[in-house]
């Protein structure tokens, strides 16, 4: 890093142990460090993002703050990101506000190629017609709180996003259609090989970064320019990139699409 010679990739994530869905990012930054450091980067954890859940918040006081976290997601992104020393970016995130706050976050930074990072589904636990069987039940009264707990646990029982196709699953599936994952990322178990491999394909894909490809400096041997940088007020979406299906410049339309889904 000090000879300005390998690309520095930042990794933003959504990480805390509370959120099933979230859990299994507390391993990614040390596979994706790896990753890029064999193919001739650095990776840094640039900042984290606060991640909740609408189904624990669910009719509580908390529940009031979902909307919000999306806007104090884009804006941690962006904190992230503004120290001008990185040369792409990783997004880890799930769920339907952590994944749009990610997106708006790192829109501001376009010129920075992006790849998102998911966490991945949770394995299959109690049949839904099962789990719904026992809601039933306890609702007529025919079966105790214990046995609700106890299905409920069965159900929801171990790292990853939501056993159903809620809006963890459908934004992983348009982050996967924008051509943001790698092909095929989107659901594969957490802490399986498969999984382990994605997470570091994605430190591998941003690490041999365009700018190094052709022998052209990194970010930080730029800074003498960043005057220049500042000057310059196109878009970051007008900017070329070798590769503009992952240059978030390239989807601000997609901000709007977001602010409508919540």
């Known amino acids: 890093m000090r000879e300005a010679r390998w690309p520095n990739l930042a990794i933003v994530s959504s990480y805390n142990d509370m959120l099933s869905a979230h859990q299994?990012?507390?391993?990614?930054?040390?596979?994706?460090k790896r990753a890029a450091r064999e193919v001739g980067a650095v990776a840094q954890f640039a900042g984290g993002v606060p991640a909740?859940?609408?189904?624990?918040?669910?009719?509580?006081?908390?529940?009031?703050?979902?909307?919000?976290?999306r806007d104090?997601?884009?804006?941690?992104?962006?904190?992230?990101?503004s120290h001008n020393v990185f040369d792409a970016v990783l997004c880890l995130g799930v769920c339907d506000k952590i994944v749009p706050g990610?997106?708006?976050?790192a829109l501001h930074f376009g010129h920075l190629p992006a790849i998102f990072v998911p966490g991945g589904p949770m394995t299959s636990g109690?049949?839904?017609?099962?789990?719904?069987?026992?809601?039933?039940?306890?609702?007529?009264?025919?079966?105790?709180?214990?046995?609700?707990?106890?299905?409920?646990?069965?159900?929801?029982?171990?790292?990853?996003?939501?056993?159903?196709?809620?809006?963890?699953?459908?934004n992983q599936m348009l982050m996967e259609v924008m051509g943001l994952h790698l092909p095929g990322a989107a659901f594969v178990n957490p802490n399986t090989p498969l999984r382990d491999a994605?997470?570091?394909?994605?430190?591998?894909?941003?690490?041999?970064?365009?700018?190094?490809?052709?022998?052209?400096p990194s970010a930080r041997a730029d800074?003498?320019?960043?005057?220049d940088r500042q000057r310059d007020r196109r878009p970051a979406g007008d900017r070329r990139l070798d590769q503009p299906h992952l240059a978030l410049g390239r989807h601000r339309s997609c901000r709007r699409d977001f602010d409508q889904l919540g």
Do not use: W
Not at 52 to 69: A, H, I, K, W, Y
């Open 24 to 32: 299994p990012l507390e391993r990614f930054p040390a596979l994706i």
């Open 52 to 69: 909740m859940c609408d189904g624990v918040t669910q009719g509580q006081p908390g529940m009031e703050l979902s909307l919000f976290s």
């Open 72 to 81: 104090v997601i884009a804006m941690a992104t962006a904190v992230s990101l």
């Open 102 to 105: 990610l997106l708006i976050g």
């Open 126 to 170: 109690l049949p839904n017609a099962e789990k719904a069987k026992i809601r039933q039940l306890y609702a007529q009264g025919q079966v105790g709180r214990d046995a609700l707990l106890e299905a409920e646990s069965k159900a929801y029982h171990g790292p990853g996003t939501c056993t159903f196709y809620g809006t963890a699953n459908s």
């Open 198 to 216: 994605l997470t570091r394909g994605g430190g591998a894909a941003r690490g041999p970064d365009h700018r190094a490809r052709r022998g052209v």
């Open 223 to 227: 800074r003498g320019r960043a005057g």
